[in-house]
Structure formats: structure tokens, C-alpha cells
């Protein structure tokens, strides 16, 4: 059985996240997803919060995806301990770790970085405005790691582009309503848009 683990900060999810995963449900048997606290990022969000978010976002794919699951437990700062996590309770799996382009020169200085390398395939999904620099490539894969780029390329879009610009035309309309409804992201000073037209994918 083929896994595809994918943790993403989701600080908002936004509808490339949708893509990503819609994607992924056709490439893997299963694909595990969850909001992670990457230790190398600012979080602007309770993890509960952005976990809820991500549950909205999985529930919006259309056709519905029985292989897609959001898994809370398998959350964790250390990439290693997901994997050994998933592991115990899928023994025989083959597992690939999914990150985005913007990690990729991180990961040298991920926690145990040759023993997660061992025990997953990576994928790494291209993201507009992270390019994947070839050194960057061959100093992974002199560590171990086995290295796949995916055949997807993200909207260009990203969640740093409304926490900062407050651009709600990156996200699903269910996900904006949550984060008005919450309060999130200081939207409580904000005049809601009664002409929001666009619509989900």
C-alpha cells in the first residue's frame, strides 16, 4: 500500500492546499493529511484551529475522496516521529513524506534527517516563487534521501498572501467563513464582503 504523508502548516489552508490533496487522492492509495507546527516557522494560529480548517477544506472536495483523511494524531514538530507513528499502525506501507519546494532547503537540518530519509520516499511539489535549486537536490539526495518532484504545479497562491495582504480570493468560501466566524487573523476588524461571488473548486 502506498502512503502519502502530508503535514502542512495550513495557516489558512487555502484552495492550492485543495489542489495538492485532490491530486495526491489520485496518486496514492491513501493520503494522510494534518496541520503541523513546523519548528523553522511562525505559526500565526492554534494548531486546533488550523486543523479544523484543514478538516473544512477535505470536506469541499468534489467528487468526495474516500482515500483522503485527516489524521490529528500523526501531527508532530519532528517529521521522524510522524513517520514511526504511521508506521505502527501501517506496518507494511510504503511511505512518502510530501513537502513543498520551500522546504526542500530545510531539510538537511531536519531532526535525524538520514534515519527519516530512510524510512520514507519524498515528494516535493513545486510552489510558485520557490524554485528548486539543483544543489539543494543533490545535497538531499547525498544524505539519502530518494527524491520525486511532483508533476504538479501550485496556484500561485499561498498563505503568507493572506495573512499579510488579506487576500480572501486564495481561499474556499467555507474556510473564509470559519476564519470570520472564529474571529481569526484579526478579520474581526474587517467589513465582511456581502458580494463574495467566487466560488469553490
Not at 38 to 49: D, I, R, S, V
Not at 55 to 66: G, R, V, W, Y
Not at 109 to 125: A, P, S, T
Request: proline residues 8%; charged residues 20%.
Amino acid at each position: 500500500m502506498q502512503i502519502a504523508l502530508f503535514g502542512t502548516s495550513a495557516d489558512p489552508p487555502t484552495a492550492a492546499h485543495q489542489e495538492i490533496i485532490r491530486w495526491l487522492s489520485t496518486h496514492f492509495d491513501e493520503v494522510m493529511i494534518w496541520a503541523s507546527d513546523n519548528p523553522f516557522k511562525q505559526h500565526q494560529t492554534p494548531l486546533h484551529h488550523r486543523m479544523m480548517m484543514l478538516q473544512i477544506l477535505i470536506e469541499d472536495i468534489q467528487p468526495p475522496q474516500a482515500n483522503i483523511h485527516l489524521r490529528p494524531d500523526l501531527s508532530h514538530p519532528r517529521a521522524l516521529m510522524t513517520v514511526e507513528r504511521a508506521r505502527l499502525e501501517w506496518p507494511q506501507a510504503e511511505f512518502t513524506l510530501v513537502i513543498g519546494s520551500d522546504l526542500v532547503a530545510q531539510l538537511p537540518r531536519w531532526y535525524r534527517v538520514h534515519d527519516l530519509f530512510q524510512q520514507v520516499h519524498l515528494l516535493v511539489v513545486p510552489r510558485p516563487g520557490y524554485p528548486l535549486r539543483e544543489e539543494d537536490l543533490r545535497h538531499i539526495q547525498h544524505l539519502g534521501a530518494r527524491v520525486a518532484i511532483a508533476d504538479l504545479h501550485g496556484l500561485p497562491m499561498s498563505s503568507t498572501d493572506y495573512r499579510e495582504e488579506k487576500d480572501t480570493d486564495i481561499l474556499i468560501p467555507a474556510v473564509e467563513a470559519y476564519i470570520r466566524r472564529e474571529q481569526l487573523y484579526q478579520c474581526q476588524d474587517e467589513t465582511p464582503n456581502p458580494l463574495l461571488t467566487h466560488q469553490a473548486n
